[in-house]
T-cell receptor
Framework: KAGVTQTPRYLIKTRGQQVTLSCSPISGHRSVSWYQQTPGQGLQFLFE???????NKGNFPGRFSGRQFSNSRSEMNVSTLELGDSALYLC????????????FGEGSRLTVL | GENVEQHPSTLSVQEGDSAVIKCTYSDSASNYFPWYKQELGKRPQLIIDIRSNVGEKKDQRIAVTLNKTAKHFSLHITETQPEDSAVYFCAASFSSGSARQLTFGSGTQLTVLP
């Protein structure tokens, strides 16, 4: 069974640009969540999607948005990039049922110059 | 919202010794407490989790204990090996069904010295 796939793995942008990151969950998983990982702030929850609906949202500005498609693939978008947005963005696919285990992808490392 | 504090931030132990990492949480409604291991340059991976209706759970050399009254939980690794060296994160969440919004601790860099 393929794991969680994130693309691109690495990208460099400049301030003011926007970026779109993609996540394909494990087959059969309908829930996807996104986390931002930085050395200073650790792992912070961005949002969670289930069946194309945002179910939970973390404490991030409106520049951070996401969506989920009918095949459960998810994208997140960051507009008007700031230097502080440089981070590893992790997507997690959530197992169904009582376990609810999160399976993380390898992440997309964004550098903003 | 939930707040999770994790200590220590760094921990060095000799191979074969035990390691203990402690976390406290603020939201008494939290009912799911996973621990993740992240090796350098790799994804976080779940190593053990516990739910609020259980006080202790063990899986080979790894155990987690939960004290709901004090709102703290701990990870215990016995007979540590060099491959246990990694960053460990605790997390807490209130979950309904499969919904997950994890609040993570700040991480503990564990180094096992040969």
């Amino acid at each position: 069974k393929a794991g969680v796939t994130q693309t691109p793995r690495y990208l460099i942008k400049t301030r003011g640009q926007q970026v779109t990151l993609s996540c394909s969950p494990i087959s059969g998983h309908r829930s996807v969540s996104w986390y931002q990982q930085t050395p200073g702030q650790g792992l912070q929850f961005l949002f969670e999607y289930f069946s194309e609906t945002q179910r939970n949202k973390g404490n991030f500005p409106g520049r951070f948005s996401g969506r989920q498609f009918s095949n459960s693939r998810s994208e997140m978008n960051v507009s008007t990039l700031e230097l502080g947005d440089s981070a590893l963005y992790l997507c997690a696919s959530i197992a169904q049922g009582a376990s609810g285990e999160l399976f993380f992808g390898e992440g997309s490392r964004l550098t903003v110059l | 919202g939930e707040n999770v504090e994790q200590h220590p931030s760094t921990l060095s132990v000799q191979e074969g010794d035990s390691a203990v990492i402690k976390c406290t949480y603020s939201d008494s409604a939290s009912n799911y407490f996973p621990w993740y291991k992240q090796e350098l340059g790799k994804r976080p991976q779940l190593i053990i989790d516990i739910r609020s209706n259980v006080g202790e759970k063990k899986d080979q050399r790894i155990a987690v204990t939960l004290n709901k009254t004090a709102k703290h939980f701990s990870l215990h690794i016995t007979e540590t090996q060099p491959e246990d060296s990694a960053v460990y994160f605790c997390a807490a969440s209130f979950s309904s069904g499969s919904a997950r919004q994890l609040t993570f601790g700040s991480g503990t860099q564990l180094t096992v010295l040969p």
